[in-house]
C-alpha cells in the first residue's frame, strides 16, 4: 500500500473520530489508477511534459486520479524487461521490431499497428551525421564511404537503433533504383570505414565523444536537437536527398491492462499522445511529429526529405530481420568478407 493510500486512511479515521462526513472522501481515496509506462531514454524530455498534461485532463473528465509509474532505458533493454516480467500498461519503443517481440511473447495481441493512427507510429526522425569539427566535409551518403573517413556506428546484430543506420545505408542505393548487389557493395565499403563496432548507441556515442575515435557518428536529428537544447550543440548534418524514416511506435500491453484494470486510461493516454498538444511537445524536443499541422509548425527545425523511405519499403520487419540481421545473414556476409579483406 502506497504512503498517498495510508495518509487518506488516515484522514478518513480522523473524519470519523471527529464526527465529520467520510464518504466523499473514501470515494477519492479510491479514484485513482497507476500506469506503468515503459520508453526509450530520449523520450524523456517530451513525455515529462506530455504526462502532467494528460493526467490534469484526465482526472477533470472522470474525477479520476491517475499516476505514471515510468521507466526510461535502452529499447532493446526495456523489451527485454517488460518479456521477463515489468508490468508495463503502455510501451513506447523505438522501433516496431522491440513492439513485435513484446507480442510474440504473448503479452500484446496481434493487430496492435491498426489500433492507432499512422499503424501507431507516434513520431519519427531521421538519420543525421554528427562531424567531429565542422572542418570535416561529410555531407552526403557517399562521403560515408570515403577512405578519408572513420564512421562510428553500433552493431545492429545487438543495439535496435544501430538497425536503422544500416537499412538507411542499404535504402539510399535501393530506393534510388540500385540493385541489392550495389547495395551490398556500398555498405561494405562504409563499414569498412568502422574501426569498432560498440554494443549499442549509447556506447558507440562514448567512442566517439569520449575516446575520440572516428570523424562521423551516424546518429539521429532528434538526438542531436535534444543534446544542443541541453546546452551541447554539436555539427551534423542531415541528408535531405535519401533518408529513412526512423519510426517510433506506441502500444498498450494487453496482457497487463487487462491484469491492472488499466485498460481505458491505458487506451486514453496512447490516443492522447496523437493530440496536437502531444505532438508539439514530440516537436518541441527533436522529434518529427504525425500531425501534419503541427509538423509545418516547426519546418524550420526540419529540413525537408526529398525522398523518405520506411521499414515497410525494405520488405517490413520480418523480411528485414531475415535478410539483414539473422544468423548469416547479410550484416555477417559484409562483416565476413571484411575480415577476410584484412588478412
Not at 543534446?227 to 541528408?239: E, I, L
Request: net charge negative; aromatic share 10%; proline share 4%.
Amino acid at each position: 500500500m502506497n504512503r498517498d493510500r495510508i495518509s487518506g486512511m488516515g484522514l478518513v479515521l480522523t473524519l470519523v473520530a471527529l464526527g465529520g462526513v467520510v464518504g466523499g472522501c473514501s470515494s477519492n481515496a479510491q479514484q485513482e489508477k497507476k500506469i506503468t509506462f515503459v520508453s526509450y531514454a530520449v523520450t524523456q524530455s517530451a513525455y515529462e511534459k506530455i504526462i502532467p498534461q494528460f493526467a490534469a485532463q484526465w482526472e477533470a473528465k472522470t474525477g479520476e486520479k491517475v499516476v505514471f509509474d515510468q521507466s526510461y532505458g535502452g529499447s532493446g533493454s526495456q523489451t527485454r524487461a517488460v518479456i521477463d516480467g515489468l508490468n508495463a500498461d503502455v510501451v513506447a519503443l523505438a522501433l516496431a521490431l522491440d513492439t513485435q517481440k513484446i507480442e510474440k511473447a504473448g503479452l500484446i495481441e496481434p493487430g496492435w499497428e491498426q489500433e492507432l493512427p499512422n499503424d501507431s507510429v507516434v513520431h519519427k526522425s531521421v538519420v543525421a551525421f554528427v562531424t567531429r569539427d565542422r572542418n570535416i566535409n561529410v555531407k552526403s551518403w557517399s562521403d560515408l564511404a570515403r577512405d578519408d573517413v572513420s564512421v562510428i556506428t553500433a552493431n545492429p546484430k545487438t543495439s535496435g537503433g544501430a538497425r536503422w543506420n544500416f537499412m538507411a545505408l542499404w535504402g539510399v542505393v535501393t530506393q534510388a533504383g540500385g540493385t541489392e548487389q550495389q547495395a551490398q557493395d556500398f555498405v561494405q565499403r562504409v563499414y569498412q570505414r568502422v574501426p569498432v563496432l560498440p554494443r549499442d548507441a549509447r556506447a558507440a556515442s562514448d567512442v566517439f565523444y569520449k575516446q575520440g575515435q572516428g570523424d562521423v557518428l551516424i546518429n539521429y536529428e532528434n538526438e542531436v536537437i535534444l543534446a544542443a537544447q541541453k546546452g551541447d550543440p554539436q555539427p551534423y548534418v542531415v541528408p535531405t536527398d535519401y533518408n529513412i524514416s526512423i519510426d517510433n511506435p506506441v502500444a498498450v500491453v494487453d496482457a497487463n491492462v487487462d491484469k491492472n484494470g488499466t485498460r481505458e486510461v491505458a487506451e486514453a493516454f496512447v490516443q492522447y499522445l496523437y493530440t496536437p498538444q502531444a505532438q508539439r511537445e514530440f516537436a518541441k524536443v527533436g522529434f518529427r511529429p504525425v500531425d501534419p499541422k503541427i509538423e509545418a509548425e516547426f519546418a524550420d527545425q526540419y529540413p525537408k526529405i526529398q525522398n523518405l523511405f520506411t521499414a515497410k519499403d525494405l520488405g517490413g520487419w520480418d523480411a528485414v530481420q531475415t535478410q539483414f540481421f539473422a544468423d548469416g545473414a547479410i550484416f555477417d556476409k559484409v562483416q565476413a568478407q571484411i575480415a577476410q579483406s584484412k588478412e
